[in-house]
């Protein structure tokens, strides 16, 4: 029986609000810094033997992945970059021995706990040496693309910019001297906004995670100042539950009208990313093939969309190789070569857009896998529920 006084202990499914005790991490946080303060309790408790989170580099445009053994450091990690483009899953299998020699608390969010769970089918990575802070995640804006709606759209100066946020769907930009916001459909109209691979999104909240966190849901007086968590998995309630016991967080039962309301904004996401899917899908429905021919005629060979792929992990050597048409000293490659990646990561592609964002030919390489994986789905899955798009 629990002590008067004291919390009960949380379990999959509870919503909380959450807000740290930290008065630095309070300080840089996006929201109540749970996130932040959850991967310091892990630390400091030794639960984990480092985490792996994202910091500020030169500036808002920079962000790096970090990973971190010393708790003090946490702090420099706090606060959201929505120009970071990153997908943390690929790091854990290339830089970290797919964590099978120690165990890591890290922040993710959908497509990085997606990536997580396709590595971890392909042995790349432990997913059970993993505590996983997920965070919903509305999109990211790449940086270069940012910089130039910064200058073109908002017509201020993209150096001079300290901050950025994304509120009630808006892009938020703070600067010596003023801030601005514009809506987010506004500058997706413009051809800025969101990466088109974010804009087709299925994991807005990271429920795979062993935590889901965000600020939708958080209202009254605790808005802005609480970190609404989502309890998904058993490690994630006791993780949450120590850290609350030992006083690092406070917490409190997330206000029903907070959940509903935070309900309807996660659908009301779900639905864009489906009104987006519609249209980049069905642009494709007249030619698909001629349109991958033609936007593959630039390709240099780089093989940095292999490479930085989750799916083609473990099989990198052999998509590069002479059986998938790859001839060495021709270029372009014969389209077959890329046709027959698409159909070897038909059935997995996490639309994570790492192919896209990294090649330097701007090929629109996450546009097509994505398209053939849910096409693919819709024909040879429909128990699944998906529908196509091209039909
Ligand atoms: P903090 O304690 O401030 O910790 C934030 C954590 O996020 C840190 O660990 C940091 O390393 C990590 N991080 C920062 N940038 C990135 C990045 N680009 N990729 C991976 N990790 C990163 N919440 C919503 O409810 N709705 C949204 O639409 C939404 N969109 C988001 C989009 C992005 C790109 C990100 C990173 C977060 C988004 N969030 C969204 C989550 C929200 O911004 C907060 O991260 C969350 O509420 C936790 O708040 P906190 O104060 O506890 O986090
Ligand atoms: Fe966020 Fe989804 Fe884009 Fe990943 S793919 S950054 S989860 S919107
Ligand atoms: Fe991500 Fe591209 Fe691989 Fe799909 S094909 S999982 S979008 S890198
Ligand atoms: Fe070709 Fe682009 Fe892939 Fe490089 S990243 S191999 S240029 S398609």
New binding site residues.
Partial sequence: MALFGAKPAMKTGDMVYAWTTDSE?AK??????????L?KYALEQKMVDAVL???RGQDIYD?VPTLITDPKDLKD??????C?T?L?SKILAKHLKGVKDRKIAM?V?GC?VMGILELAKRKGVNRDNLYLIG??????VSPVKAMKMIQDVYQVDPMKVIKEE?DKGQFIIEFEGGHKGISIDELEEKGFGRRTNCRRCEYKVPRQADLA????GVIGEKAGKA??VEVCSDRGADLLSRAAKAGALATEAANPKGIELRQKVEGAMLKLGEKWRRKDFGALKADLWGTISRETGRCIKCYSCIENCPVCFGAAETLKGKSFMVQPGELPPNPMFHLRRFAHISDSCINCGQCEELCPMDIPLALFSHAIRVEGDAAFEPKLGKASYTN
């Fill in positions: 991490i840089r946080a996006e929201c109540g810094g749970a996130v932040t303060t991967l989170a994202v910091k962000a990690t706090a606060g959201s970059l929505h970071g990153l943390l922040t969010k990085d965070v919903n995640c509305g999109g990211t994304i966190c965000g600020n939708w970190t609404f």
